[in-house]
Structures are given as structure tokens and as C-alpha cells.
């Protein structure tokens, strides 16, 4: 079992930059990819960066790269994801989750593969 909670939303304009925090309680973090996706109002949720567990491997949605850097760090249990370069359209909650334990390089970009989430923090960002 692993517990996510997410901090550091916030609003932020345009062309600015922000970071959000993951941190997790469980001695297993270490084990599990993590992601990051975010849901705006009426969309559906959308993948935005995935880290495998060793933090070798790391993806991220087209339109985000470039922007966004998701990091890791298991001996605090915290996954990170950098904002920069913010624009009106990736204001949205955005939602850590933790999945596919023991899996390598792998890292999951749909989110039926991630059974652990974090509530949500809002980031919205100003034109």
C-alpha cells in the first residue's frame, strides 16, 4: 500500500515556472514507476510524465516536452515534477500515482496501470 500526497500547486503566469511535490508513505516507493497526470475541468485526465522506479527511464506527453522535468528521490520518497515555461492550457489539477512495482525501465503512461493517487493539486496559470 502506498499514500501520495501531492503539494506546491499554486497559480503562476504565464511563461512562469512551478514545481509540484509527490510524497509517499510505505517503505515500497522505491519499487514503483511513478507518474504524473492532470485533468482539467470537463477533459479527461491526461498522462503528463512517468519515471520508472530506478529513475533511469522517464517519458512525457508531447506537449509538455521540453518544459517538464519529473525526478525522484526514494531515500526521501518524493517524486518532483519541474514546470517551466508555463502556459494557459496546462492549468489543470495535476495527480501523482504509483504503479507497476518491480518493472524496471518501464514506466506506464495509462492511468488504469497506476492503482495508488494522490488528491490533487490545482495549478492554474494566467495568460
Known amino acids: 500500500q502506498v499514500q501520495l500526497v501531492e503539494s506546491g500547486g499554486g497559480l503562476v503566469q504565464a511563461g512562469g515556472s512551478l514545481s509540484v511535490s509527490c510524497a509517499a508513505s510505505?517503505?515500497?516507493?522505491?519499487?514503483?514507476?511513478m507518474g504524473w497526470f492532470r485533468q482539467a475541468p470537463g477533459k479527461e485526465r491526461e498522462f503528463v510524465a512517468a519515471i520508472s522506479w530506478s529513475g533511469r527511464s522517464t517519458g512525457y506527453a508531447d506537449s509538455v516536452k521540453g518544459r517538464f522535468t519529473i525526478s525522484r528521490d526514494n531515500a526521501k520518497n518524493t517524486v518532483y515534477l519541474q514546470m517551466n515555461n508555463l502556459k494557459p492550457e496546462d492549468t489543470a489539477v495535476y495527480y501523482c500515482?504509483?504503479?507497476?512495482?518491480?518493472?524496471?525501465?518501464?514506466?506506464?503512461?495509462?492511468?488504469?496501470?497506476?492503482?495508488?493517487w494522490g488528491q490533487g493539486t490545482q495549478v492554474t496559470v494566467s495568460s
Open positions: 510505505g517503505r515500497t516507493f522505491s519499487t514503483y514507476a
Open positions: 500515482a504509483a504503479g507497476a512495482p518491480y518493472s524496471g525501465s518501464y514506466y506506464p503512461t495509462q492511468y488504469r496501470e497506476y492503482p495508488y
